[in-house]
């Protein structure tokens, strides 16, 4: 059955440098896809694929 969920964001200010900005900004138009969602796919990635000693709590 399909459901419809809402997920809770916040805002947080972060500091880059600026060419991994204009990376992820090129990467993010190439895939048609929003600066902030990118980002938050390449956290997701890099958290779920962190070796086994340093793997985040839930």
Known sequence: MFEIKKVQSFNKTIRMPEDLIAKLDKLANKNDIS??????????????NLGDNRKTKK
């Open 35 to 48: 600066f902030n969602q990118l980002v938050v796919q390449c956290c997701e990635y890099a958290l779920e």
